[in-house]
T-cell receptor
Framework: EPEVTQTPSHQVTQMGQEVILRCVPI?????FYWYRQILGQKVEFLVS????????KSEIFDDQFSVERPDGSNFTLKIRSTKLEDSAMYFC???????????FGPGTRLTVT | GQQLNQSPQSMFIQEGEDVSMNCTSS?????WLWYKQDPGEGPVLLIA?????ELTSNGRLTAQFGITRKDSFLNISASIPSDVGIYFC????????FGTGTSLTVIP
């Protein structure tokens, strides 16, 4: 069964460093998403991406964040200058259409020290 | 943003018991989704609902899309230990909104 994959599973970085989180969405899906989940809290929407551009973003997705689909299979989230409060699980998801069910990857645990 | 409130916040039940949880919103949704999340893992889709009033089953799970389109219910029958986890409702609007979650503990 097709699934969303994410790498790395765990990333430790120092405050102020840049990180890139990688995702491979399900191959026939057209919509891609990033979410954040701080430990013990609910999943929070960051951004949706369609047709090589951002379609929606939340107030969390500020100028330190960017997304890219560098090739036909990968979807990346870049955090330019990490802060302690960026420590969280980051999930990638994809869907066939905007109002269809989304399928989530296993997540990347980001720890900023 | 839109708020999806789930109740109860947590449940402790005996194995074999039935479970019921619900999700309410101040705004209408055209799609309701239910996910289960195990610790340290990504949400896994359980049931998708696309029509007001729709009742859909997936094994021991049954979910309903409320007729007002502002709520949804998830029932689990004959709970087993592997049902343990956090259950989230979710719905797409301008963004994709997740509920506050219901934590389920099943006591063998």
């Amino acid at each position: 069964e097709p699934e969303v994959t994410q790498t790395p599973s765990h990333q430790v970085t120092q405050m102020g460093q840049e990180v890139i989180l990688r995702c491979v969405p399900i191959s026939n899906h057209l919509y891609f998403y990033w979410y954040r989940q701080i430990l013990g809290q609910k999943v929070e929407f960051l951004v949706s991406f369609y047709n090589n551009e951002i379609s929606e973003k939340s107030e969390i997705f500020d100028d330190q964040f960017s997304v890219e689909r560098p090739d036909g299979s990968n979807f990346t989230l870049k955090i330019r200058s990490t802060k302690l409060e960026d420590s969280a699980m980051y999930f990638c998801a994809s869907s066939e259409d905007i109002y269809y069910e989304q399928y989530f990857g296993p997540g990347t645990r980001l720890t900023v020290t | 943003g839109q708020q999806l409130n789930q109740s109860p916040q947590s449940m402790f039940i005996q194995e074999g018991e039935d479970v019921s949880m619900n999700c309410t919103s101040s705004s209408i949704f055209n799609t309701w989704l239910w996910y289960k999340q195990d610790p340290g893992e990504g949400p896994v889709l359980l049931i998708a609902l696309y029509k007001a009033g729709e009742l859909t089953s997936n094994g021991r799970l049954t979910a309903q899309f409320g007729i007002t389109r502002k709520d949804s219910f998830l029932n689990i029958s004959a709970s087993i230990p592997s049902d343990v986890g956090i259950y989230f409702c979710a719905g797409p609007g301008n963004q994709f909104y997740f509920g506050t979650g219901t934590s389920l503990t099943v006591i063998p």
